[in-house]
């Protein structure tokens, strides 16, 4: 049964409704793989059993026709009206379809009615109150399966897309790499000519669905629109295992030009957040692992400012071993093995926030680190953000040398600390090889970030061998 062929006018309360859209989030069905049986006190059967025969009064609404259900919602809403009027307690319209009321039926204020839902059904919102409530019950189901939340980006971070047009003359071959579109499973590149595109998926993508999905429930995120979003959606998860309804467009999102979790229904502390663009999560950076960004096609360096060539110009792709999502799968095993370590029911003091800071910290640890003409002369070292990207990686910063430092970070080969770490034999980089740390969250073999790396690149930045445009 899917959520959007489903009016939530059918629905007796809200109660109804919010065990209808939590068991279809998150339910073994069609459209879903997950399933949450709660194995706890009896109260919790008993609640989960009212759900279920909710659920089914639901899906028989669901066989009738369109006559029959206008006929129904009207009786419902008589019924449900009539128990408004004789409550002493005034209706507090948890949620909406069409500014109306789902339990009482009244026409509520624009203003007043809330969250919008609309990827999970057009036109539905719930208030703030009900959102709660109904995360917390997310929250006890995800609980009994020791499963998380995991958002995902698609542009950059799982997969790139081109325009056709964009194509550069040393990409056609492409073309004729392009897998059907009529059996996706086995394919990674594939060419979308009725939306004037071609999408490459990113290499382990298959594998890191199937094996966080295990640990996580899985929404995608993205600031495509929403016909972009479920075709994307189609080539990565073809049989719709893992992300059923849960596919959120730029036009579900409540801020423009940002991403937030208010449409996702999980709590801020069980929820993980994997995009390769920092700035799009402003208010849950603490949930935030930032991937390296994908750069397959020569459209997509531009787009970016790039000047070197891209994969697809390179006729080179990411390691599936040992590229970007099988080292960010690594660390979601982590936090997810730390959140539930123990193996106790009582979960209430765990937050993913907290354990990510703390795999972070295992980066660079034992590391200690002392910059040389990185910073602006009157700036303070400790403020700029390299300093502090530094500390979250887990290693310690000085502003001067001593025998316990490891690293000398710096830009220039002719400073005093440089030539001091080359006496005292101590690692000389320059700060890419934080950079590095930071995005790929693995410590960086020293020799790919010497400074004469630093000079040769320059060179190469120079030079006018990749030009943007012919």
């Known amino acids: 049964m899917s959520v959007a062929s489903d009016s939530p006018v059918h629905s007796s309360s809200s109660d109804d409704l919010a065990a209808f859209l939590e068991t279809e989030l998150d339910s073994d069905s069609d459209s879903s793989s997950e399933s949450f049986p709660i194995e ?102 995800l609980q009994s399966q020791r499963k998380l939340c995991l958002v995902l980006d698609l542009d950059h971070t799982l997969l790139n897309s081109t325009v056709l047009r964009d194509l550069r003359p040393e990409e056609e071959y492409l073309k004729s790499l392009t897998h059907s579109l009529e059996d996706v499973s086995g394919g990674d590149l594939f060419m979308l000519e009725f939306m004037h595109m071609m999408t490459k998926l990113r290499p382990f993508v298959h594998s890191f669905l199937k094996e966080a999905s295990k640990m996580f429930v899985l929404y995608i995120y993205t600031m495509g629109d929403r016909p ?18 849960r596919i959120i467009s730029r036009d579900d999102g409540t801020v423009r030009h ?44 531009k787009q970016f400012d790039h000047r070197f060539q891209s994969l697809s110009q390179l006729k080179s792709d990411e390691s599936e071993p040992d590229g970007a999502l099988a080292t960010v799968l690594k660390v979601l095993k982590q936090t997810h093995s730390l959140f539930f370590e123990d193996g106790g029911e009582d979960l209430s003091g765990r937050d993913v926030r907290s354990l990510l800071k703390q795999v972070r910290k295992e980066i660079l640890k034992g590391c200690k680190v002392v910059f040389s003409r990185v910073f602006p002369t009157k700036s303070q070292a400790e403020d700029h953000p390299l300093w502090r990207v530094a500390e979250g990686l887990g290693a310690t910063c000085a502003t001067e040398v001593d025998e316990s430092v490891t690293h000398v970070v710096a830009m220039d080969v002719g400073t005093e600390k440089v030539r001091w770490a080359i006496r005292e034999k101590k690692f000389v980089v320059h700060r890419g090889w934080i950079d590095a740390a930071n995005y790929l969250w693995k410590k960086q073999p020293e020799e790919n970030f010497g400074l004469e790396q630093l000079k040769k690149q320059g060179a190469e930045e120079k030079s006018d061998d990749v030009p943007l445009e012919k």
């Open 258 to 301: 940002q991403k937030s979790l208010d449409v996702v229904l999980g709590q801020e502390k069980a929820v993980l957040i994997l995009d390769d663009t920092e700035n799009a999560w402003p208010s849950h950076k603490d949930n935030l692992i930032v991937i390296e960004r994908y750069h397959f096609f020569a459209s997509s360096c």
């Open 228 to 245: 972009y979003a479920r075709q994307m959606a189609k080539l990565l998860d073809p049989k719709g295992e893992y992300f059923g309804e």
């Open 40 to 141: 706890e006190a009896a109260e919790d059967d008993a609640e989960v059993s009212n759900h279920r025969l909710k659920r089914r009064k639901l899906e028989h609404l669901e066989t009738v026709d369109e006559d029959e259900i206008e006929e129904v919602a009207s009786v419902k809403f008589s019924q449900e009206i009539s128990e408004a009027s004789s409550s002493k307690l005034p209706c507090q319209h948890p949620g909406t379809f069409g500014n109306m009321c789902i339990v009482c039926g009244q026409r509520v204020e624009e203003e007043e009615t809330g969250i919008s839902f609309t990827y999970i059904h057009k036109g539905i919102k719930f208030h703030e109150d009900e959102v709660t409530r109904m995360r917390d019950i997310d929250m006890k189901m």
